[in-house]
């Protein structure tokens, strides 16, 4: 676990516009290509259950739960041996009035998820720290992703005491590391895209 | 143009260098080749780009389209040849492209489905499982050691419990054997590599399997691609004091087998992953196929658009051409596209408007030319005191100038395309014309010439006249010209010539022996009548006679050369209406009941000329109008004088008038000639004289009878010098006055 500043902004800008152009090629892109999901087909839902922050020694810390619930495509490629990206995102808003909130420090935790076939073991990796542990099932894999605790986000002294704060947290299915194959139909298809909504709250001094 | 070279370079080598980086782009684009992170964040963009290029083209098609739907309703020239060429090229470029997309599809379908293998899968599913049953064998094993450690554990009664889990960690080859307590503490653990970690407490998994009374194993991958095995038992109740116990061990795989599976494991997961992407891998292949299929096709599309456009514009410009010189635009020149055979066809049709034109402009000349000359043929026709008159066959007047109408009394001009036969009804002069013209065209004879005398009440009019015939169809006359010439003066200034040299002669030849005559005669008097001679008074009577008769010769012969003489004329300015009065006064005699009036023209100022001429002029007039009148009795004469300007030329008229016979028709043009008289009296050099003098002051006379009876005498004599200059230089003008008089 570690601390990214500004410095990880360009990579979470073009996550952002790869999204947007999504949205593009879907319009405009209406090729014959086989329709994504059937109706019995689970969609698979991310959602930021709760989340606070703690002060403690001069740093603030994050506990939060996320439930991941993997679409039905993201899981049977799991399954095949796709190794599957999953990110949490932290940012922290300074609020300005009449303008646009500024965005102070943004912080990306990334975890990847295989499943192991010689040991029928899901593995989640910590892409920041290169720790890794293995679960007997998925549940027990993505519930042990969901429970963040104690991660430090920000040393206190780096924000301005005067300003307020926002700070919002969302988890998402990264494609940008998919398989190159998948990385194309994860532009329209919902399935793949899969995403918290971001959950808002304040910072109390 | 070099600038047009230029563009069109710089258009060519951008659309190459883009098509170039399209196919880069597209070849980088290729499924297989996409590792790279770089390339997952520009998939987007490049998939937008190729967007954008298809809506692009997709916008200029429609384009292109909508302007030839709206050509082709128009009928704009062009635009049915242009979209059937479309039509062709279009099917010639779309069609093998199609075919080659639907073989290439089915060819990426069936070849990716051909990588996978029914006995691969099934090898390399039975190698995974051999190597899991290998390490099962082993971690069973594993598990067997920890529950014996357990059951050891719980009957050992040794305090040195640190000793004891260290021997028997290093009995059974365990690298981490550790007690936990209930909620996670550890108890005692002994480590192969102390320093180096510290024991993981048991997780949720090993608790929940625990918690249900269940040994907990597994074998869990390790970040280093090493194997490990966790194994945890529950301690039987009461070991190591009365809560419970929770020993887990940790071994580390045989290095060799765990090599081996990790490849196995690697190859199997490898392969499944590859069998999982199979059908996105169709889908890339077939989407990047698409793409690239609709950005060629529309390309080719446009092209063909494009190409029809270029094709069919040098034909709509040689038919706009064309219509331009249907209209008579010549100058139409049309832009060559390029040096093939429709620029060929192109440069043919300018240099044929430029013939055209050039020919045209020749034409133009030549006929401005020709105008010109006719207007100058019509200057010197108008100008020609000739009369020049064309005829149609059936003698309408085609052209006639104006001395043709001065000469035969007609206002020819306004009567253009009117039959010579009908004017000839009221045109006596006309008819007589006529006459002798038909006389010669009836019999067929086109080409003559002939004096013709014409009789009118101005007198008479001598024409030599020739007629032509103009060339026709066949042997016809396309029509007539007929020239005439007022030869009248002609004639009369030969008589006067001739009559002057008569004059010359006579005073010369005659009057020189006159003398000696007169001489003889009156010596032979002195002699021989004083004498006493039988025959004295026949001597006398008859020198006397010769005296006499000599005298009267002398008289004539000096009449003559009074006539032939042309002494200096001596200008001055005078009053014309007081010598006039003052010569008539001469004439009034109370005793003889005459009438002398005078009508003169108070405008008229001092005229310019020899005053002596013009008193002999008046003497002349009036004696020659009082012999006239010699046995009437009522004598009556009339002098009138009108000044007047004609055309810039000061004239002063004089007429005279008598109430005598008048002049008899058949001498009324020669009464000017010497010894042509009517009278008892006189010598017939009284009218040839005053015309002589009136000329050499550049005036004109004229003889007519008036219509109450008797004769009048006009005379046109110019207010000055200069005036009688003008009147003798302007010759057309002298036909105006006569048709006047």
Known sequence: MNLVGHNKMAASRWGFSARALETVAVAVLALGVQQSAQAQDDPGRFEIRSASVELRSGVYYLDAWVEYRLSTEARAALDAGVALTLDTEVEFLRSRRFWFDDEEANLRQGYELQYHALSERYLVLNLNSGEQSSFATLFSALNSLGRITELPLIDAALLDSDATYDIRIRALLSTEDIPGPLRLLAFWRRDWSLESEWYTWQLDE | ?741
């Open chain 2, 1 to 741: 143009m070099a600038a047009g070279r230029i563009r069109k370079a710089a258009v060519t080598l951008a659309l190459i260098v883009g098509v170039l980086v399209w196919f880069s782009v597209l070849m980088v684009f290729s499924p297989l080749a996409q590792d790279s992170d770089d390339f997952s964040r520009a998939l987007p963009w490049i998939l937008l780009v190729n967007l954008v290029g298809i809506a692009l083209l997709l916008l200029l098609i429609l384009i292109s389209v909508l302007r030839l739907i709206r050509d082709y309703r128009r009928h704009v020239p062009g635009s049915r040849l242009k979209a059937r060429m479309m039509i062709m090229l279009v099917v010639l470029a779309v069609s093998p492209l199609l075919i080659v997309y639907a073989f290439a599809v089915q060819f990426i379908n069936r070849g990716i489905d051909s990588w996978f293998d029914v006995d691969v899968e099934q090898g390399l599913g039975s190698a995974l499982e051999l190597s899991q049953t290998a390490l099962s064998l082993q971690t069973r094993e594993h598990l067997g050691d920890v529950q014996s450690m357990a059951l050891y554990l719980a009957t050992s009664t040794r305090t040195d419990v640190v000793g004891e889990l260290g021997e028997l960690r290093r009995d059974s080859g365990a690298a981490e054997l550790t007690i936990f307590t209930a909620n996670d503490q550890i108890l005692v653990t002994s480590s192969a590599n102390p320093a180096l970690t510290v024991p993981q407490p048991p997780t949720d998994e090993v608790i929940l399997q625990l918690g249900q009374g269940d040994d907990y194993l597994s074998l869990e991958p390790q970040a280093d691609g090493s194997f490990e095995v966790l194994a945890a038992v529950n301690l039987s109740p009461g070991t190591l004091g009365g809560e419970p116990r929770i020993l887990q061990a940790r071994f580390d795989v045989d290095q060799e087998l765990g090599v081996l599976a990790n490849v196995v494991g690697a190859s199997y997961e490898q392969y499944a992953e590859l069998s999982y992407l199979r059908e996105a891998l169709k889908t890339n292949f077939t989407v990047m196929l698409t793409i690239v299929l609709l950005i060629t096709l529309l390309a080719a599309v446009y092209g063909a658009f494009f190409s029809a456009r270029r094709l069919v514009v040098p034909i709509q410009q040689l038919m706009t051409g064309t219509r331009a010189v249907a209209r008579g635009d010549f100058d139409t020149r049309l832009p060559i596209p390029a040096q093939d055979e429709i620029g060929f066809l192109i440069n043919s049709f300018n240099d044929m408007t430029q013939r055209l034109a050039r020919a045209r402009k020749e034409a133009r000349l030549s006929q401005q030319q020709v105008e010109s000359e006719r207007r100058k043929v019509e200057v010197i026709l108008a100008r020609l005191s000739t009369g020049v008159v064309s005829l149609e066959t059936d003698l309408r007047i085609r052209t006639a100038n104006r001395s043709a109408g001065a000469i035969l009394g007609v206002d020819l001009d306004s009567h253009l395309g009117e039959s010579l036969v009908t004017l000839s009804d009221t045109y006596p002069l006309l008819s007589q014309f006529l006459a002798v013209s038909r006389s010669h065209l009836d019999r067929g004879d086109y080409e003559w010439r002939e004096q013709i005398v014409l009789r009118g009440e101005a007198g008479r009019r001598v024409l030599m006249c020739a007629c032509t015939a103009l060339s026709g169809e066949q042997e016809d006359p396309g029509g007539y010209i007929v020239v005439f010439d007022d030869i009248t003066a002609l004639l009369q200034a030969q008589r006067d010539a001739a009559w002057g040299e008569v004059a010359r002669r006579l005073a010369h030849e005659i009057k020189n022996p006159l003398t000696p005559i007169q001489l003889s005669a009156e010596r032979l008097r002195r002699r021989y009548l004083g004498g006493h001679y039988a025959d004295s008074e026949l001597l006398d009577r008859a020198t006397h006679t010769i005296i006499q008769q000599v005298e009267a010769m002398k008289e004539m012969v000096n009449a003559f050369s009074d006539y032939a003489r042309t002494p200096d004329m001596d200008l001055s300015r005078f009053d014309l209406n007081q010598l006039i009065a003052e010569v008539a006064e001469l004439y009034r005699h109370p005793e003889q009941p005459r009438s002398l009036t005078l009508d003169l023209d108070s405008d008229l100022l001092n005229v310019e000329a020899d005053e002596g001429r013009m008193r002999q002029v008046l003497h002349n007039l009036i004696r020659n109008a009082l012999e006239a009148m010699e046995h009437q009795t009522a004598e009556e004469i009339s002098i009138s004088t009108r000044h007047f300007d004609d055309g810039g030329i000061e004239l002063v008229e004089i007429k005279v008038t008598d109430n005598g016979p008048g002049f008899m028709d058949d001498i009324v043009d020669q009464a000017f000639d010497p010894y042509v008289t009517s009278k008892v009296k006189g010598t017939g050099l009284g009218l040839a004289i005053v015309k002589k003098l009136i000329e050499e002051h550049g005036g004109q006379i004229f003889a007519r009878n008036s219509k109450r009876g008797g004769a009048e005498i006009v005379i046109l004599l110019p207010v000055t010098r200069e005036a009688g200059d003008a009147m003798l230089s302007a010759t057309h003008r002298h036909d105006k006055r006569r048709e006047r008089a």
